[in-house]
């Protein structure tokens, strides 16, 4: 059809589209011509009514497109349309009250805490530095749900162990005190003598290699990964699932949302509220092996 070659030119010449961004825009908008002319008998963009789109829509979900995909295609018929208004072809945009469904957010992953407490209890890190310093930092992820840039910029004066709190400087550079308690107490100042001994205390930053030189986000994310593979196979496996860790088990024992928010320096409510989700989905695996009926 002349109109869509014209489109897919446009795309090609004039927004200068990789080859493989026009295939899939061809193949979307060859897709919702198809599914006209099966249902109408012709296809004349021109003067097309928001209806069948949104009955094409329904279509794609019938036949299991997911959320995504589907607004993805949407989203090649909102730029074929702006292309149609822009040439003079339409004067009203079929699209304009046209919504998409809804995309899915995944739920975080997060360790179960009997995977937790195996790793942390029963899993050998070995006594010396590295040790002792790689089991501290699963340990902090843990207990204290900061995120991974968070632990690598902690300093010595960041920590203050006779108020029990953690001062870690989070996005936009906002600040926020975290409090611990007596055993990430005990395993910090363990892991600072051996430091201490080992580097000869070189620098500010919390947590080093043997040579005293701070610990970069790459290295953390491979010493968490390395240390959670000993226990689980979840596909992912880095510190973000740790801070996920933290806040579903704060709410399984009934820490309260807003609490939760301060602890993992959210700004919004709405970021926190993702967390209830994985919570109901651990009440809804207890009711089916609990109740016979289920």
Not at 117 to 127: A, R, S, W
Not at 171 to 199: S, V
């Amino acid at each position: 059809m002349i109109l869509i070659d014209s489109f897919l030119d446009y795309l090609q010449y004039e927004q200068n589209c990789s080859e493989k961004t026009i295939i899939a825009y061809r193949e979307d908008i060859l897709q919702f011509q198809q599914f006209v002319v099966d249902s109408e008998g012709d296809f004349d963009p021109c003067t097309l009514k928001s209806a069948i789109i949104r009955e094409w829509i329904i279509s794609l979900m019938g036949n299991n497109y997911v959320s995504t995909s589907v607004n993805r295609k949407l989203s090649t018929l909102r730029s074929f349309y702006r292309y149609l208004l822009r040439v003079g072809r339409v004067s009203v945009d079929p699209l304009r009250k046209v919504v998409g469904p809804k995309n899915k957010k995944p739920l975080p992953a997060f360790l179960k805490e009997k995977d937790m407490n195996e790793l942390l209890d029963n899993t050998d890190f070995g006594d010396g530095f590295k040790g002792v310093r790689d089991h501290l930092i699963i340990e902090m992820f843990y207990a204290t749900g900061m995120r991974r840039s968070e632990l690598t910029g902690l300093c010595d004066v960041s920590v203050d162990f006779s108020a029990g709190v953690i001062k870690v400087n989070g996005k936009r550079d906002k600040q926020r005190l975290i409090p611990f308690g007596e055993e990430l107490k005990e395993e910090m100042e363990g892991y600072l003598a051996k430091r201490n001994l080992i580097t000869g205390r070189v620098g500010n930053s919390f947590f080093v290699d043997k040579k005293g030189k701070p610990l970069t986000v790459g290295e953390v994310y491979l010493i968490v990964k390395a240390n959670l593979s000993k226990v689980v196979t979840l596909k992912k496996r880095s510190p973000h699932v740790l801070r996920h860790t933290f806040a579903t088990t704060m709410l399984n024992h009934d820490a309260t949302l807003s609490a939760v928010k301060e602890l993992l320096g959210h700004s919004s409510l709405a970021t926190t509220q993702i967390y209830t989700h994985t919570t109901f989905e651990e009440l809804k695996e207890a009711y089916k092996r609990a109740h016979p009926r289920a």
